[in-house]
């Protein structure tokens, strides 16, 4: 097996932190296509050239995502990678696996791939990079007769992403495991069969704290929230005042909304004003809970940029309650995917359709009504509601009163 000589990437071995140089070099030492992905990496950087070509133009059988093919122009001088293809498993939920599973994913992945993973990518899936053409079907029939299937790729429903959710965290306001299946399952079409104009992501957190950052990835974001009041453990505060946290400093003066004081003695909460951040309550775990009916805000159109520039999400339901067999939600998605359908060019996330076409097109298209909460900005105001039996009428009045003499401005 050849030898490269890599001096330009072996720069990144040296710093602080784990290197994938050295993965890929370890890799390398068994298999020749990790070998031969070592030199061109290094001929990459060396000529500042990326020389491949990327696209889905390979695949298996029934599907029309999950595989993203990859070609070198130096197949000559790399065999090794002059197909190099990317297959992503849809993931579990919350990234839970037992080690027999990874065994078994590693396995056959050394068998007929690079034995290169990235364990995540940044859509969630499971990635295995580097593999031939010709393996693809094989590797597909060995992962599905084991119970795995392939993520998604391209213009289609990218596999639905969650935190850990009630498994490991004390704060989830609802079974973000159990919605992450619930979507993966029923919208099964939509995931393996490239449909829409572009690339729809849905990521859902547990809480505010928002561990998958669904707020800035999503263009659909599923955040836990709480309806009631925040509970206030009187002797926990104390607690944490003795034990030398400044309450003002840390919490009363870094609430966004100002809605907690503090006299050195008992904390107040004016619940009213609170916005449900969660950041009092990852602070004093042990004072502070919410209380009250769970479930989650739904936000819109985030995204990094490309035909426009990057977004977050944007209100658009403020509360639904999340809970099995989720069919508010799931029409709630169709509509959302019925108006993108109607309106989106090719390529365009629906933020930027939304920003395009306006705020009022899009909650007119999916039946929701204008309410104080998916007011994005201050002093902007993009719900002026006029349709056409309002002008109509407005007409009509004007009309009657330069008839009769009584002009109303």
């Known amino acids: 097996m050849k030898k490269y000589d890599t001096p330009l990437i072996d720069e990144l071995e040296k710093g602080p932190w784990p290197s994938f140089v050295t993965e890929m070099k370890k890799a390398g030492k068994n298999n020749e296509m990790a070998n031969d992905a070592v030199g061109h990496l290094e001929k990459c950087y060396r000529t500042k050239v990326g020389y491949w070509k990327h696209g889905g133009i390979v695949g298996v059988l029934g599907y029309g995502g999950g595989v993203i093919g990859r ?25 839970f696996y037992t080690s027999n599973a990874l065994r078994e994913i590693c396995d056959i992945w050394d068998k007929y791939g690079s034995g290169l993973t990235n364990m995540h990518g940044s859509t969630g899936d499971l990635v295995l990079l580097g593999t031939k053409t010709d393996a693809l079907e094989t590797i597909f029939a060995e992962y599905s007769s084991r119970g795995w299937d392939l993520g998604s790729s391209g213009s289609a429903l990218r596999t639905p992403n969650c935190c850990v959710g009630p498994a490991r965290c004390e704060w989830s306001n609802y079974d973000t495991l159990d919605l992450n299946y619930a979507l993966t399952q029923e919208f099964q079409d939509e995931i ?15 809480c505010a704290c928002d561990c998958v950052a669904s707020i800035a990835r999503a263009d659909m974001s599923i955040i836990g929230t709480w309806k009631g009041n925040i509970a206030v453990n009187q002797d926990e505060v ?3 005042a003795k034990n030398g946290m400044d309450i003002n400093a840390e919490i009363v003066n870094m609430c966004p909304t100002q809605c907690i004081s503090y006299d050195g003695k008992e904390m107040k909460i004016n619940d009213a004003e609170c916005n449900r951040c969660m950041h009092c309550i990852t602070k004093m775990t042990k004072a502070l809970k919410p209380t009250g009916e769970r479930g989650a805000t739904i936000c819109i159109g985030s995204k990094a940029p490309i035909v426009v520039g990057s977004l977050l999400s944007w209100v658009i339901v403020p509360f639904i309650k999340i809970e099995p067999p989720y069919t508010e939600l799931k029409d709630l998605i169709r509509k959302i995917w019925e108006w993108w359908d109607d309106n989106a060019k090719p390529r365009e996330r629906i933020g930027e359709v939304i920003e395009m076409k306006g705020m ?6 999916i039946g929701q009504s204008p309410i104080p909460q998916q007011i994005k900005e201050p002093r902007k105001d993009p719900f002026m509601f006029y349709t056409e039996d309002d002008m109509a009428a407005f007409k009509a009045k004007e009309a009657e009163e330069k008839k009769t003499g009584k002009y109303k401005f």
């Open 71 to 95: 070609y070198s122009e130096l197949g000559d001088e790399f065999p090794g990678v002059a197909h190099c293809h990317t297959v992503r498993i849809n993931q579990t939920s919350g990234f």
């Open 192 to 206: 393996h069969r490239p449909m829409f104009a572009y690339k729809f992501k849905i990521k859902m957190s547990g």
């Open 238 to 240: 104390k607690n944490y």
């Open 360 to 365: 009022r097109s899009f909650l007119e298209g």
